[in-house]
Every structure is written in C-alpha cells, then in structure tokens.
C-alpha cells in the first residue's frame, strides 16, 4: 500500500498570504542597491528618448533644432510616411538585408563551428582567424570592402577579368540591382563569426553519452547530428538567430559608409532612411514617426526574443 | 555551548508554507536531527535558525538570546553545508582561517587554532592544497574543521553526508557521532536519511508538508509512531500497513481484509480500536514482529508471496495482503517461492493500529 | 561472438567513407571560410604597403613592385597634421573606451549579482527592460540623446560618449555576468556569512574572485563597443580635436578618397588594439559566453 503523505500536504496551501507587494518591497529594499546604478543610467538615457521621439512624432518641426517653434499636427507625418514609394522600397531593402545576413550569417557560423568542433592541428589559430572580423570596428570593414569592391581598381573585378569571366570590371555598388546582395557580403563577413562562437559554446552542452548512445544503436554520422545535436541545440540557435536579427534590423555603419544609401535609395534601410531624414534633411518630425513605426515592429520581434531568453531563463532556474 | 529554542516557527514564500509553527527546544550538548522527505521544510527550518533567511513569524532563541533579527555573522553558529562550500579559490589552510580572520582574531592565534583543528582531524598534510584536488572524504572533513575552528555555541549541518559514497558515509557517520561526544556540542543535524537520524541522534524530529510530526528519542520514535507518516518513514524496511475493516461481534472485535479473512483483536487493541471514530483501521506491522507459516494455524491469515529477497542474514519475504505489500523477514533457512500461498501471524503485542481517516495512531482512551 | 567478428570489419570500411565523407566536407568548408575571412584582411595589409600609385593601377600589383612604410609614417608622425590628428584620435578613442569599460564593470557587476541571487518584486520586469534595451537601435535614441546631452551641457564631450556607451553595453554585461553568478554555489556566500562576514564581504571577498573571469569577458565586451561605435560619436561630437578613431578616419578620408593605402593602413592600425586585445583574452570570452549564455 501507499502511504498517503499525511494530511498536512493540503493544509499548507490553505492560507494565502496577504502581507502585500509594499511590505515586499520594503523587505527587499537592500536588494535594490545593487541594480539602482543600471536602471538609473537606462531610465536617463532610454525612457526619456523614448518618450520624445513620440512626442515628436506629431509635430511639424522647423529645421535646426530649435525644437521650441514646432506645431502639432496630429497624424500627418505617419499619412506622409505611409502614402510615400519611398517608405516601402526602404522597406523590402530592409526585409531582404535583415533576412539574407541573418540567414547565411548562421548557416556559415553554425558550419563552421560544426567543423572546427572535432579537434586537429591548428584549431585554436583557425578559429581566432575566423573571429577576427567580428571584433574590427564595421568602420574599417566597410573601407576595406568598398577598396575591394572599388569598380577601377577593386580586386575582385580584376579577378573576375583576369580569368576571363568578365570584360571589364563589374560595379558592384554602384549599381541598383548588386548593391545590396554585395553589403550583405560585407555584413555576413563581420556578423558570421558571432553565430560561430555562440553556436560552439552550444555544441560544448551537448551530452556526450547521448551521442555515444545513439552511436551504438547505429545511427550513422548525418542521422546522430539530426536526432542528437540539432534538437540539443534548439534554444541556443533561437536566441542567436534572434540577436543576430536585432543587430542586422539595426545596422547602420556598413550602408552609411559604403554607399550612403544609395544609387537611388537602393541600398536604404530603414536606420540609414531615418539617420538621412533627420540629420540630412532636417526633418524631425517625419523622421521621430518613422522611428515609432520602427519601434512598433521592434516590439513584436522583442516578444519573440524576450520569450526565448525569458525560456533561457526559466529553464535554468529549474534546473 | 548552548541551547536553541525555536518557537511557532513560520516561513511562508508568497502564499505557500514551507514552515509552519514548528517548535522544538534543542538542549545543551544535544545531538538533534531534522529527518524528512525532501521537500519537507527540514533544510528551511536550519537555514531560518542560521539566519539566511529571514523568519516570516515566531521566535528563534540560540544561548540566552533571541536571534530573529540577527545576521548570520552574530548568532555565534557553524554550518557543514551538502556541498561543503569550501571557498575554491583558497587552499584549506585559509578556508579554515577564514572564519577567524573575518572575527579579527591575531594571526599568530589563527595559526594555532588552524593548526589544532587540522591536528585534530588528522589533515595536517592536506593544508596547503586547494579544495578541488582533495577526494569527497577529504573535503567534507575540511568543512568539518571549518566549523570546529571556531568553537561556536552551535553547529548547523545540512545533510553533510549525502554526497558520499555508501562506505565513506558509514565511517564519517561515526566520526561525527565521536565528535559530539567529545565536544558535547549541540548539533541539529539535517538529513533525508532515517538511519542516520536514528543512528547519531539524542532526539529526532521528523517533518513532513513543513510540520513538525513527532519529537523523540529514536527508540520512542521507532516503538510509538505518532502518525501513518512516520510510522513509513522510519525504520528499514518500512512498516508494512495494510488498510482493513473493523466490526464487533458477539462482543469481540475483529478485522476483516480485503479478501474475506478475519481475525479477532486482544482486548487491548479491540479498546484502541473503539476509540476510533471510524471503521476504517489500517493495521502496522514491522517486519521481525510478523511470522511467516507455511499452513494455516490459529490466528494467521492467508497470503500470497510475491517476492523473495535473500540478503544473507535474513531472508526479506514481500507478500500480497489486502491489496498492501507486507515485508516478513525469514531465517534464510526458509524456502518460499514467489507466488506461493503463505499464512501470516501478526503480533498482537507489537502491532500498531492507526485511524484509517486521521492517520493518527489509536490509543486507549 | 562469430558473427560480429564476421561482419565487423566490413562494417567499419563502410563507417569511416562515411565519416570521412562529412570530415571532408567539413575541411572544404572551412579553407573557403578562411578565404573569405583572411583574403579582405590580407589586401588590406598589401594595399597599406604600396604608393599612392601603385595601388592606383590595372591589373592591380598582387604584391606591390616597391613595399613602402609611408603610410604608416605619416600616421604615427606627430610632426605632419596627419599623424598628429591620427594620434589625437588614437588617444580619444582610448580614453573613451576605456572609461566606458570602467564604469560598465561597476554598473554591471552589482546588478548581475542582484539578478541572480535576490527575488524581489519586479526583478524580472527589470530584468528584461534591461535585455530589451539590445532592441533599438542608436538612431531612435539619436536626437533625444542629443537635445539631452546638449540640455546638461555634454555634447561635444567625451562625457556623453561614455554615458551613452554604457546603456548599450550594459544588457549584454549583466546578462553574461549573470549566468556566471547563477554558477556560483549560494552556499558559499552562505559559508562566508555565517564565518562572520557581512552579505557585503561575502560577495567581495569569495564571489568576486570566483567571476575574474567574466568580468575579464564583460570588459572585453565593453572595451571593443565603445573602441568601434560609430554613429554617436559621428553625431555627438564636431571638434575635430575630439573625434574618436571610426569618425575621425571616416572624416578624414571624406576629403583624401584616392589615399587608399593611408586608409588601409589607418584601417589595420584602429584594429591592432581590439584585436590584439581579443586573441589574448579571447578564452575568456568564449567561456562567458558558454556559461552565461548558452549553459543552461
């Protein structure tokens, strides 16, 4: 027989308690010493802008930043946005940016951490190599790229010239229809090694005995990756995919210096559109809206990345 | 030295009730154990008299003192903690130095009394190393001299022993069975363990759902049960209990089983028995006062084995019985095949009875 | 016990061309990613080491005819306006980053340890207001930061770099940070606690040392951000004696745009620090990353 584990299991989930969240927090109060440094400086330098920019957004503002002289207006500045050819061709460069470097800037991490997992002669060295565009400032890689790519003396036209595949130099991004696919080369070569490194840390957590288990129910080298490794990996490639998004959706250096947005907003994305509206032109209002419409859609990629680490999170304090 | 008192002790977390209105005194020089299920708030209560964590209501009174609002750092304690918590980054010698530096104590009295405590428990070769290249024995006696180096009024040990293997755990277990005796030093000692409560301890408390159950001696605890849960807990094998029907006749008492069979109670049990407000009885009985028969006699009951565990010593018979599994040990000499019909004769004189809706042991009124 | 004899070793020739088959692959892979990785960086070093108009040339020279150190000369010549610029910038830059990881470190520290350890109300609410900072990105933050940096006197200071460096440091700080608490047994402190020290002590003297590491990780983090940030310091600073590195070399090639190899070089030189910084530490960081990010 089993024995019932007595009647006071029930019982001690009787009574709530009402002592009440100020009580709470007043126990806790030393407790908030320690992050009242963070959250003062975010509070500064985050909810105020945030504010702002909204505010902002429904006024029509007079050049300079004599923001003193600006009227409101209501809606206006997000009609004009929405009704402008401009806004949607920023947003389809934005989509194909933030989806190609986030794409292959994990395929080619998570390859190559998969290849440099197995341990041989000169791993270490490999492996710092591969990091080192990550860690250069996006201002020098920009410049050495635009060098590269350069359409009189670049050295990939004079390749592709000298082996007969192309007459002349091709002009990489001076041209509408290469510019982009050639900066999300750039961007992938600076952002790749990132999903390297964090996909190699993940692949460390992978059980060993798990792989050996499936070794000796005879699952070939393919199916032990797709059964074993992949599922173990889940939550590491969910929360990389997503910072990787977040940066890409955010970048800003790569396009501004290598193109400044262009040949005719070819290579405009939305942070460079917004930077160009409100500094080029002035246009603050205008560019205070687009900012809020960008926020917007930030928060719906911010559910998906504060549920996977809030998952992270939670995981590991069961655990 | 001193003695702890705790008085209608209480932690809550939000609406749930890790600890509740536990009282218990600890006396000079006493050994007492925490014994419980995991989860049972035993390692609640000890680290609510350490102070590391604050009491939701009630009293903690460690000497003359109460200590509720005292940090952990003046309650004049020592803890042995699961994992030991020796600090990895200092060799052994500053781990036990530690407590004493942290109390200003001069270097040249730290030193000895380091020195002393490793003396003491033979590892004065062991100072200069660090944590990790020690062995788990090795380890939990650094913890132990961590402790002991500063001669507190009493130690806190939160189940120091767990994560030994089997052998070393039998031999630490004396050691510090030695080391109350010559220290006459008040212990509460928590563990999930029932054998090493009955083992070492003065007094054990067994706790269950964050209530205290029974206070005792071990042998109290172990002949008079308070209750269905620690009747279970205590004691290896677990009591058997075998839930029957009660009903009088012809002015004797008898329990009827699950299967049809009867047997008549002794007047002292029928009189616990009455005292029950319900029919329902469940029937406890430890293994060595049950007797196994191979053919019907007066008074045993009907049987049917279901496994056969020889150990050596005593062979441990499990048979089927009104839907409970009873435990009989056997002299090995015994031969029952599983599945085979056996006749069981309980002992009257040391059977216990318990309320089959409270749970309660029956007592005569 | 014959049978598996029988077919093992037919078995085994079978697995390893299987193996070998993905090992191969895997080697492919990688000497190509190496092209892609090192091939930018090595015409960088080449182009930095040729004329003004070698590097002007087609064909390009594959490896200039005449190998020449003026680029870098007149960088680190304090006697020219280039180098002296060069150099000005170079110091900005340091002194920028390094206050920034100084103060990340501080700020940082307390809270991971607080994210870890205490459970008090609107812990987690703050936790991921902080995580949610990574979101934006620095333009919608460009012009409020400015009016504010200019209401509070800072623009055109070092100031506001360092301020502003800090929020966008910090989330990932606290959150590596963290995950290193999370590993550190609470019974230690516990340990020290009752061993007489205060909560303080405890977590100065016993946790402190056991996360070197990643703070080590969170100062790299900081160190190299604030090293590459670009876009407020192009926006909060206009004195030319106060850019820092990415700014000043973008400005000044803005007005030299046939100087390839002076760019190549000033390219390579703004790198040195971080990466040089990087390999040495870099254990370190991936460390941090397992632990704090990935390890749960």
Redesign the interface.
């Known amino acids: 027989?089993t024995?019932?584990?007595?009647?006071?299991?029930a019982?001690?989930?009787l009574?709530?308690?009402r002592s009440g969240?100020l009580r709470?927090?007043w126990?806790?109060r030393a407790?908030?010493?320690?992050?009242l440094?963070?959250?003062a400086?975010?509070l500064?330098?985050?909810a105020?802008?945030?504010?702002?920019?909204v505010e902002?957004s429904f006024f029509k503002t007079p050049p300079g930043?004599q923001?003193r002289d600006k009227t409101f207006i209501g809606f206006d500045n997000y009609t004009t946005i929405l009704t402008s050819d401009v806004f949607w061709k920023v947003t389809w460069n934005t989509v194909v940016w933030t989806l190609g470097s986030t794409f292959f800037s994990f395929v080619?991490g998570f390859?190559?951490a998969?290849?440099?997992h197995?341990d041989f002669i000169g791993r270490g060295v490999?492996r710092?190599?591969?990091?080192?565009?990550w860690?250069?400032?996006?201002?020098?890689a920009s410049?050495?790229?635009k060098?590269?790519y350069?359409s009189?003396?670049g050295?990939i036209g004079?390749v592709l010239?000298?082996l007969g595949l192309a007459d002349r130099?091709p002009n990489f991004i001076d041209n509408v229809s290469t510019v982009l696919p050639s900066l999300i080369v750039v961007n992938i070569?600076r952002e790749?090694p990132f999903a390297m490194?964090?996909m190699?840390?993940?692949l460390?957590?992978v059980p060993e005995q798990l792989l050996s288990a499936a070794k000796v129910d005879g699952a070939?080298?393919?199916q032990r990756f797709w059964h074993v490794t992949f599922p173990h990996l889940g939550?590491?490639s969910t929360?990389t995919i997503l910072?990787l998004a977040?940066a890409n959706?955010?970048s800003?250096?790569i396009p501004w210096?290598m193109t400044g947005g262009g040949p005719s907003n070819a290579s405009h994305i939305w942070?460079t559109h917004?930077?160009e509206l409100?500094?080029g032109r002035q246009r603050?209002g205008v560019?205070?809206a687009y900012?809020v419409l960008?926020?917007l859609m930030?928060m719906v990629?911010?559910y998906f990345?504060?549920r996977a680490?809030?998952g992270?999170?939670r995981?590991?304090g069961s655990? | 030295m001193a003695h702890v008192v705790l008085k209608d002790l209480v932690k809550?977390y939000?609406?749930?009730?890790a600890v509740?209105d536990v009282s218990l005194t600890v006396n000079d020089g006493e050994f007492v154990a925490l014994v419980g299920?995991s989860g049972c708030g035993k390692t609640t209560t000890l680290n609510l008299v350490a102070g590391l964590i604050?009491i939701t209501s009630g009293e903690i009174v460690i000497g003359d003192r109460v200590v509720n609002d005292l940090d952990p750092k003046d309650r004049d304690i020592a803890m042995v903690f699961q994992n030991y918590a020796l600090y990895p980054q200092k060799s052994v010698y500053k781990n036990l130095a530690f407590p004493l530096q942290m109390r200003k104590l001069p270097r040249e009295a730290i030193d000895k009394k380091v020195r002393d405590a490793a003396r003491v428990l033979d590892m004065t070769e062991l100072l200069e190393r660090k944590p990790r290249e020690l062995s788990g024995g090795q380890q939990q006696r650094v913890a132990l001299g961590r402790a002991l180096v500063r001669d507190p009024a009493v130690f806190l040990m939160d189940e120091p022993l767990s994560n030994l293997d089997a052998k070393l755990r039998v031999q630490m277990r004396s050691e510090i069975k030695r080391f109350h005796q010559d220290l006459k030093a008040t212990i509460i000692y928590v563990t999930h363990d029932q054998l090493e409560a009955v083992t070492m301890a003065d007094r054990m408390a067994v706790m269950?759902?964050?209530?205290l159950?029974q206070y005792d001696s071990p042998a109290q605890v172990f002949a008079h049960p308070v209750?269905?849960?620690v009747a279970?807990f205590v004691g290896s094998p677990a009591m058997s209990?075998?839930?029957l029907q009660a009903s009088t006749a012809n002015g004797n008492t008898v329990l009827t089983g699950a299967e049809g069979w009867q047997f008549e109670l002794s007047p002292h049990n029928a009189q616990k028995v009455a005292s029950a407000k319900t029919k329902k009885v469940v029937l406890g009985a430890r293994h060595s006062t049950i007797k196994l028969h191979k053919s019907a006699v007066p008074a045993s009951v009907p049987a049917k084995a279901y496994t056969v565990e020889p150990t050596g010593d005593v062979t441990f018979v499990q048979a089927l019985l009104s839907?409970?599994?009873v435990n009989i040990s056997v002299s090995p000499n015994v031969a029952v095949a599983p599945d085979e019909q056996i006749w069981l004769e309980f002992d009257q004189e040391r059977m216990h009875l318990f309320d089959g809706e409270?749970?309660m042991a029956l007592k005569v009124n | 016990m014959s049978m598996i004899v029988a077919t093992a070793p037919r078995d085994q020739t079978r697995?390893r061309m299987?193996?070998d088959g993905?090992?191969w692959a895997?080697?492919i892979?990688?000497v190509f990613?190496?092209l892609?990785?090192?091939l930018?960086?090595i015409?960088?070093l080449i182009?930095s080491i040729k004329s003004g108009f070698a590097?002007?040339?087609?064909?390009?020279q594959w490896w200039p005819d005449e190998p020449t150190l003026a680029s870098y000369k007149k960088l680190l010549d304090p006697q020219n306006s280039v180098g002296r610029d060069f150099l000005r910038f170079f110091w900005n830059s340091l002194l920028v980053a390094t206050a920034t990881t100084i103060l990340s470190v501080?700020?940082?520290v307390?809270?991971a340890?607080?994210?870890s350890r205490?459970?008090?109300?609107?812990r987690?609410l703050?936790?991921?207001?902080?995580?949610?900072?990574?979101?934006?990105?620095?333009?919608?933050?460009?012009?409020?930061?400015?009016?504010?940096m200019?209401a509070i006197g800072l623009v055109n200071t070092h100031g506001s770099l360092v301020?502003?460096y800090?929020?966008f440091g910090?989330p990932l700080a606290?959150?590596l940070l963290k995950g290193f608490y999370?590993n550190i047994p609470v019974q230690l402190e516990q340990a020290a606690r009752i061993d007489g020290a205060t909560r303080f002590q405890a977590f100065i003297l016993i946790v402190m040392p056991l996360s070197t590491p990643g703070i080590i990780a969170t100062a790299i983090y900081s160190f190299?951000g604030a090293?590459?940030e670009?876009?407020y310091a192009y926006?909060f600073l206009s004195k030319n004696d106060q850019l820092t590195?990415?700014v000043g070399?973008?400005r000044f090639?803005s007005e030299n745009t046939t100087d390839?190899p002076g760019?190549?070089a000033a390219?390579?030189m703004?790198?040195v620090p971080?990466?040089v910084l990087?390999?040495v530490l870099?254990r370190y960081?991936?460390r941090a990353?397992?632990e704090g990010?990935?390890?749960?």
């Open positions: 027989m024995i019932v584990p007595g009647k006071t299991e019982r001690r989930r009574q709530p308690d969240v709470q927090i126990q806790h407790d908030y010493a320690y992050v440094p963070a959250i400086v975010m500064i330098v985050i105020y802008p945030i504010y702002y920019t902002l930043l923001l080619l390859g190559a998969l290849a440099l197995r490999l710092a190599i591969l990091i080192i565009p860690v250069i400032s996006a201002v020098a410049y050495i790229w060098w590269i350069h009189d003396f050295i004079a010239v000298g130099p070569w790749f490194i964090m190699m840390a993940g460390q957590t070939s080298a393919w939550n590491v929360v910072l977040v959706f955010n800003f250096i210096i942070i917004i930077y409100a500094f603050w560019a205070s900012s960008l926020f930030l990629l911010g990345y504060v680490l809030a992270n999170d995981k590991e655990a | 809550t939000g609406s749930f009730k509740n299920p604050p269950n759902g964050g209530y159950q209750n269905m849960f279970s209990l075998v839930p839907g409970a599994i409270t749970e | 697995r299987h193996v993905w090992r895997g080697r892979f990688l990613m190496l892609y990785t090192a930018p960086m015409w960088m182009t590097a002007m040339q087609f064909p390009p501080i700020v940082a307390p809270a340890y607080a994210f205490f459970t008090f109300p609107g987690n703050l936790f991921f207001a902080v995580l949610l900072r990574n979101m934006f990105p620095a333009v919608i933050f460009l012009v409020p930061l400015f009016i504010l200019r301020l502003t800090l929020t910090l606290i959150w999370d190299i090293w590459n670009y876009i926006t590195l990415p070399i973008q090639f390839f760019l190549m390219s390579f703004m790198s971080v990466v990087f390999l870099q960081f991936v990353l397992t990010a990935v390890k749960h």
